[in-house]
């Protein structure tokens, strides 16, 4: 019989507790399935006397979670209290200096030190498990880690935050406000009393540098992503998507480019009859092209209790089973330094949406703005007339280079029929 | 530096070459990731002279595969020659006699003998892969096998042959009959000249029946799997089923219910709104469902040779990495003897298409044969009226059980009005 795997929990909410009852729930299955059993040994969350419906007869406390990993009598320490710095980072560090194995949902630590923790597991000849962090119940980390390890991987993008996608599908069917929906979210638990993380795209965006520190080699750099959320998606942009042949969704992108490695986190236009267009309310997608697999599609939940947990507990059962994988699928050292591809020059479609003052020229002027600039317009929209209130005018494009884009956009945004600050989504062709 | 992996491939076919082929293009970007050389040492095939477009420089040649699996400097085995018994099954024993490893991309001989097969590597000490038996360029084995493997799975379930799904695709848009597309797919090399294995559903239930192994803990038993091909798909009934809201295809589904494991491939009618219904061409898809990560959905190429290298070769990353998992999940002594749930007790709805003389009383007859069998009627269409030519009439039925919708088709098929034998269709509620 082998000896059993020694498991000390950092951080008891809904994933942690998901985890305690995934292995009470499982044992005899993890048991055959790993040759040994997958034990916890020790917990550590905030509050001990909370009920939280789990049995942790046996289990040594720790008040202190960096106690926990310096301490407790465990092989791997898993993490689940979040935060790219503060505790976590600190139990990330005890774990390794002692030999132990990590196991984290933490994308935001991952994102900020994911290089260096990967480094650090090396040197201490154990491993960073991170299947949790994107993406939830999807495996996609092994999916590209080790599932699709022959192949070069030219492009990752995907919906990647359920609470955006969640949102964003709320205000299409609804033609219902973002403050609204957001507040309804925050009512039902599918949005944070701060939601600033999910709808401003961070949170998307530390899962994109970690995918694509995977996907391309490159070390993690969060820093080089390019990231706007989905405040400013009005109900009427996501009607003329609609119109228009679109869905609207926060997408993450990450693409091999001559220019370098893209990074970007935005709403996108995406065609109504692509994969990743039909995926809504809280669901994960995630696409990943490579040059022989040709492109693969995971769709799952990406968040709650249960997925995350069987993310965690899948981590927790390669290192059962002796399975050692350099966390970004190749040795630490290895990892390239990211060049990033510049925006400015990143070559696509857009969508602009005016406001303008229904007055005769406007047009005229919209469209000397785009030809100075030489942006090809694809189609235009002026559906309302009004000579009291601004009406919407509606712009597609051709295939364009961002900077000039922009340029455009900016003297656009300077006519005087023009009251508002010009909404520009770019187009994305999946 | 480690040793290489070396690695003799038996059979240079479309996956064959495209192996040697992959393995050649990113030699650089492997060695990174798996810490060694990835290295062909040896091959066979049945004509050496044919030009494949690969270099074989310093590669041995054996005329003999089995001679390769006993004789040939190499780690592991690769067996892309296909068929259950034969050739095949002599190089996997070989190759298992004298310890090394055996990865192939052959469901037939995993569908017939894959129990057999992993306790040989079992003990043998060595690993029986085959990632590419199923699905092609899509990880789900390694999904089910590891990715969730902190999950019961509760069922799988998915299109998991290219060439009927293109067959059905191309039937439903151009309204043209199953002989005639299939006959110009055999023209475009989408179809095999004997297209038996693929259009009779075996191909399916071969997959099917190792891909539930995995995901069950149950011996591979391809004697329980109830087959149905595509043969009698009428462009009829797919248009039916777009006008009752479903998609007609072929699906392999396991489903661990509480009489046992139900394993069947059947043409199927499902909602047309589902991942699923939207899977066209050649395309596959699988759905699994754990009881702690809900729902995973994947899709990608399930065919081909990049897809199907790319499949073959994580599988040999992960021996050069060192990861040792067991063929089926747990070790092959441990998978339980599958308990097969009689179809007669299946419960689902129904689709039956008749061709009726149109004559008074003929839906009463066949409304009161219904109702003798305790089938409860969903919908009725009866379209076209004809006094000379037969006419379709078309009805669903509520939930009923399998054994008395036969007992009732049968009495249906025995009225003198009806005068073909009628087309069932199972509706799947996905």
């Keep these: 019989m082998n000896p059993p795997l020694k498991i000390a929990v950092a951080g008891l909410g809904t994933v942690g507790a998901g985890v305690v009852r ?4 499982q044992a005899a299955l993890l048991e055959a399935r790993c040759g040994r059993r997958l034990a916890i040994t020790a917990v550590s969350a905030r509050t001990r006397s909370k009920d939280r419906g789990i049995d942790l007869t046996g289990v040594a406390w720790f008040d202190d979670p960096v106690e926990l990993a310096k301490k407790a009598d465990a092989d791997v320490i898993v993490e689940l209290i979040g935060g790219a710095n503060g505790p976590a ?6 774990a390794f200096a002692r030999g132990r194995a990590l196991v984290t949902a933490n994308k935001a630590m991952l994102a900020h030190h994911g290089t260096a923790l990967a480094a650090a597991a090396e040197k201490a ?9 994107v993406a939830g119940g999807i495996p996609i980390i092994k999916a590209v880690r080790e599932g699709l390890a022959g ?6 993008y995907g919906i990647l935050n359920g ?11 609804s033609r219902r406000r973002f403050e609204d929906v957001l507040a309804d979210a925050q009512k039902m638990g599918y949005a944070e009393a701060d939601p600033s993380f999910d709808v401003d795209g961070i949170d998307t965006a530390h899962k994109l540098a970690v995918l694509a520190s995977l996907a391309f080699g490159t070390a993690v750099d969060f820093g080089a992503v390019s990231i706007a959320g989905i405040r400013n998606v009005s109900p009427m942009d996501l009607d003329y998507a609609d119109e228009l042949g679109f869905r609207i969704k926060l997408l993450a992108i990450g693409r091999r480019t001559a220019q370098g490695i893209e990074q970007r986190v935005h709403p996108c236009m995406i065609p109504a009859d692509t994969p990743l267009a039909r995926v809504d309310g809280v669901f994960n997608a995630v696409m990943v092209e490579g040059d022989f697999a040709g492109s693969t599609v995971y769709v799952g939940r990406g968040a709650g209790g249960g997925p995350t947990a069987s993310a965690v507990v899948s981590d927790l059962v390669d290192l059962a089973r002796g399975a050692r994988t350099p966390a970004f699928g190749v040795p630490a050292a290895k990892l390239a330094k990211l060049q990033a591809a510049p925006l ?11 406001m303008v003052r229904d007055q005769p020229g406007v047009i005229a002027d919209v469209s000397a703005a785009l030809r100075d600039e030489r942006v090809s317009l694809e189609s235009m929209l002026q559906r309302g007339r009004s000579t009291t209130e601004a009406v919407p005018v509606v712009l597609t494009t ?6 000039e884009m922009l340029r455009a956009v900016d003297r656009i945004a300077r006519l005087t029929s023009v009251i508002e600050p010009p909404c520009l989504i770019r187009i994305e062709e999946l």
């Design 163 to 173: 609470t955006c996608n969640y949102i964003l599908t709320v205000m299409r069917e």
């Design 125 to 133: 000849g154990t491993t960073l498990g991170y299947e949790a962090a």
């Design 151 to 156: 192949n070069e991987i030219q492009r990752v």
């Design 89 to 94: 980072k600190a139990i990330a560090e005890a």
């Design 398 to 403: 051709h295939e364009t280079v961002e900077a």
């Design 344 to 354: 400015a020059e990143h070559r696509g479609r857009y969508y602009i949406r005016l």
């Design 22 to 25: 995934l292995l009470a729930s």
